[in-house]
């Protein structure tokens, strides 16, 4: 495998018609590569193979083809034996998972591709918040499942919705050490029928993340804060940062009082005695502004001199 895969035609495993299926080359060379010394060895001897969200079937066609006996398939459509609830079913030990989750409510699949509506169903969470806090989860279920030494491969794309980007990967939180991060091109999207205006840019790319599990007792957790910072606030902000958003927040022409009312209770005006006098320094030195007249001040549009 490479740090970058691509998988033109999906192969003949799993139901085609199931949407969001992956193509089983992904789940082939996954096991080729991580449990490759099981392949062709008795029952008894094989390295164990789960597959959580399994969906329409691609893992279980891997699995035989490849020649594994005791590979368990997961998932909430009860395809593969009883119904797996992955928010209240335990998942066996293993020495290698897949979990190809839902990507929110990008498809829903309970009610939608197979039976009725589930609330257990993670293509249907209220939220995307809900829907993060529930895939964290399972992903911690799936972590304590694992042998030491197994691995667990997470395949998962991006959201966009109303305009806004959600990236799952950066959102969700990463349980294990990472072995790979491999970013897998996709083809033969629902969204490849649709036009796009403005400065859309198609999402085109899943993320396929492979956490090991190194030891038994320490779990190395990794997950995302979000923050917002005023920039008034910041002590690492630049005189010229703040200079320029007091300009553009009154529309790119300036008086010095009101900057100088703007920037009063900023943390560089505290820090500083001569404050006014490091404002107009700014402005004089920096070439994206330009007097007007005397005591006015205005952005410079660099591209025209450009």
Known sequence: MHSVINYEQRGTYGNNKYRGNCSGKVIKDLLLHYMGDSIGKPQKQQASFCEVFAGGGTGLDVARELGFKNSIHLDLNGKFGPSWNAMKDEIPVSSFIFSHPPYHDIIKYSGNVWGQPHPDDLSRCGSYEEFIKKLDFVNAKIYRALKRGG??????????????????????????????????????????????????????????????????????????????????????????????????????????????????????????????????????????????????WKFVDLEAIA
């Open 151 to 296: 691995y667990h491969a997470f395949l998962v794309g991006d959201v966009r919705r109303n305009g806004q980007y959600f990236s799952i990967i950066k959102d969700m939180t990463w349980f294990g050490s990472i072995d790979a991060h491999v970013i897998k091109t996709q083809h033969n999207c629902f969204s490849d029928q649709k036009n796009y205006r403005g400065k859309f840019i198609p999402i085109k790319h899943e993320h396929l993340i492979v956490f090991k599990k190194e030891h038994l007792w320490a779990i190395p957790i990794k997950f995302n804060v979000n923050l917002e910072k005023d920039l008034r606030d910041s002590k690492h902000a630049t005189w010229k940062d703040v200079v320029y958003a007091a300009m553009e927040m009154i529309g790119g022409t300036a008086t010095l009082q009101e900057l100088y009312d703007i920037l009063a209770d900023t943390e560089k005006t505290k820090s500083n005695p001569n404050w006014k006098a490091k404002i107009r320094q700014t402005l004089q030195i920096n070439q994206q502004f330009t007097p007007v007249k005397r005591g006015v």
